[in-house]
């Protein structure tokens, strides 16, 4: 059985940077095909992806927030680890994480995201 | 960017009704979309990829239709537990991308 769950701080400073944790378990990033996202969504908004990290360990970032944004993986404790430098209240936000499966259409693989964790809430203020 | 806009924001369906959500994407994403549902306080749950294909364990109530840009999630007898929130998403155009939500209240 797939899960995911995420952890990291409830409440953070303006200007600070975030660190959210992804622990999963049922498969594993080191398998070929295996990647992993964060995504978020606002209070009463819609989702965002943010960044995916794939087995092979590229990394995939959203363009508007790219220069905030690092994940990482340790594949021998099964967690993916995602940064996120310059908090502003606009990040106020609940993360998840997710596994992306993917399927095959004329010879590419699209990923897609099948599992997710049941999210963390982060409230950015001073 | 891939603009997915879904419609209508809100639908209004009774218990045994049928239920058709629309999703719109401003170029070509092939068969390359995803529906989710998200219940108040939980996670999005997957439904169907690829346009139509159900993910393990889902109701054949729900299907999937369309290519190219637009697409429809149908249910088609609407069940207690259906009502929530739906999000299509797009991950054949870089970078990936959500629709804005339908809300399928009674």
């Known amino acids: 059985q797939v899960t995911l769950r995420e952890s990291g701080p409830a409440l953070v400073k303006p200007t600070q940077t975030l660190t959210l944790t992804c622990d999963f378990s049922g498969f594993s990033l080191s398998t070929s095909g295996v990647c992993v996202s964060w995504i978020r969504q606002p209070p009463g908004k819609a989702l965002e992806w943010l960044a995916r990290?794939?087995?092979?360990?590229?990394?995939y970032y959203n363009t508007s927030l790219k220069t905030r944004l690092t994940i990482s993986k340790d594949t021998s404790k099964n967690q993916v680890v995602l940064t996120m430098a310059n908090m502003d209240p606009v990040d106020t936000a609940t993360y998840y994480c997710?596994?992306?499966?993917?399927?095959?259409?004329?010879?590419?693989?699209?990923?897609?995201?099948?599992?997710w964790g049941t999210g963390t809430t982060v409230t950015v203020s001073s | 960017d891939t603009v997915m806009t879904q419609s209508p924001a809100t639908l209004s369906v009774s218990p045994g009704e049928r239920a058709t959500l629309s999703c719109r994407t401003s170029q070509s994403v092939t068969s390359n979309l995803a529906w989710y549902q998200q219940k108040p306080g939980q996670a999005p749950r997957l439904l169907i990829y690829a346009a139509s294909t159900r993910a393990t364990g889902i109701s054949a109530r729900f299907s999937g239709s369309g290519s190219g840009t637009d697409f429809t999630l149908t249910i088609s007898s609407l069940q207690s537990e259906d009502f929530a929130v739906y999000y299509c998403?797009?991950?054949?155009?870089?970078?990936?991308?959500f629709g804005q939500g339908t809300k399928v209240e009674s």
């Open positions: 997710a596994r992306m499966d993917r399927w095959l259409q004329l010879g590419y693989y699209y990923y897609y995201m099948d599992v």
């Open positions: 998403h797009q991950y054949h155009k870089w970078p990936p991308a």
């Open positions: 990290i794939d087995w092979d360990d590229d990394k």
